[in-house]
Nanobody, 129 residues
Framework: QVQLVESGGGLGQTGGSLRLSCAAS????????MAWFRQAPGNEREFVAAITFTGGATYYADSVKGRFTISRENARNTINLQMNSLIPEDTAVYYC??????????????????????WGQGTQVTVSS
């Protein structure tokens, strides 16, 4: 089974930057897209950013667009999330997810948790004000 491990979380400062990574192992060839979600205590898990493996299209939540950048390392089963211009609202546990795009027939929009097959354990990001 696919294993996803997040790293790079920690304490950031308002206006500063952090870079998260997600390393995938196992049958990653089944994954056609990967994404980052985040969840703060008492909140629902929300979409942050996604990237497709075919075409490299990227998708961002309005709340992070222009500040965060998702990317895939060349020839490696790793995605990154470069987070710039951090604000306290970014504080959350960040989860890496992978989608095979085979769990249902129809359109995929890459911004819903149910579209993804595999999940990492999460990494804490805290932004001080």
């Amino acid at each position: 089974q696919v294993q996803l491990v997040e790293s790079g979380g920690g304490l950031g400062q308002t206006g500063g930057s952090l870079r998260l990574s997600c390393a995938a192992s196992g049958p990653i060839f089944t994954a056609q897209a990967m994404a980052w979600f985040r969840q703060a205590p008492g909140n629902e898990r929300e979409f942050v950013a996604a990237i497709t493996f075919t075409g490299g299209a990227t998708y961002y939540a309005d709340s992070v667009k222009g500040r965060f950048t998702i990317s895939r390392e060349n020839a490696r089963n790793t995605i990154n999330l470069q987070m710039n211009s951090l604000i306290p609202e970014d504080t959350a546990v960040y989860y890496c997810a992978a989608a095979s795009l085979t769990i249902y027939s129809g359109a995929y929009y890459f911004d819903k948790a149910y579209e993804y097959d595999y999940w990492g354990q999460g990494t804490q990001v805290t932004v001080s004000s």
